[in-house]
T-cell receptor, first 115, second 117 residues
């Protein structure tokens, strides 16, 4: 069974540009969550999608957006990139997402560097 | 206020010895779940163990066990018989039921574990 796949693995962008990251969840999983990991702030929740609907959103500016497609694949977009957006972006998928003990399976992340 | 606190930024342990990684949490929700994840240098978060707030017994998964003390709001991870491959960052995380938090996980700052041969 294939795991969570995130593409690309590495990305270098210039300030002001926009970027789109992709996440393919485990087959059959309907919930996808996104997290930003930085040395200073640690792991922070961005948003969660379930059956193409955003169920939950973290405390990030509107420059961060996402969507989920009918096949559960998800994309997140960051517009007008800032240096502080440099981070490891992790995607997690789970079967349903709202059950307390549901394990979240993570991808290897996309490392974004903004220069 | 920090919801998940991991007070040990870094720890060393000798190979084959046991080690305890500390985690305390803060929530007013009676229904919550606690997770431990391992993050090697490759970046992927690997699930280790889960403990539900209503679980009577401490969770165990192979060499991993969770020392759950509800009244103290602590959920320490115990790794028995440490191996060199256990060297990684370890994160404690919580999921709350309140306000339909869904899949959202709240993470601590992590503990970097180094296993010495």
């Amino acid at each position: 069974k294939a795991g969570v796949t995130q593409t690309p693995r590495y990305l270098i962008k210039t300030r002001g540009q926009q970027v789109t990251l992709s996440c393919s969840p485990i087959s059959g999983h309907r919930s996808v969550s996104w997290y930003q990991q930085t040395p200073g702030q640690g792991l922070q929740f961005l948003f969660e999608y379930f059956s193409e609907t955003q169920r939950n959103k973290g405390n990030f500016p509107g420059r961060f957006s996402g969507r989920q497609f009918s096949n559960s694949r998800s994309e997140m977009n960051v517009s007008t990139l800032e240096l502080g957006d440099s981070a490891l972006y992790l995607c997690a998928s789970s079967l349903l997402g709202f059950q307390m003990n549901t394990e979240a399976f993570f991808g290897q992340g996309t490392r974004l560097t903004v220069v | 206020a920090q919801k998940i606190t991991q007070t040990q930024p870094g720890m060393f342990v000798q190979e084959k010895e046991a080690v305890t990684l500390d985690c305390t949490y803060d929530t007013s929700d009676p229904s919550y779940g606690l997770f431990w994840y391992k993050q090697p240098s490759s970046g992927e978060m690997i699930f280790l163990i889960y403990q539900g707030s209503y679980d009577q017994q401490n969770a165990t998964e192979g060499r991993y066990s969770l020392n759950f003390q509800k009244a103290r709001k602590s959920a320490n991870l115990v790794i028995s018989a440490s191996q060199l491959g256990d060297s990684a960052m370890y994160f404690c995380a919580m999921r709350e039921a309140i306000y339909n938090q869904g899949g959202k996980l709240i993470f601590g700052q992590g503990t970097e574990l180094s296993v010495k041969p």
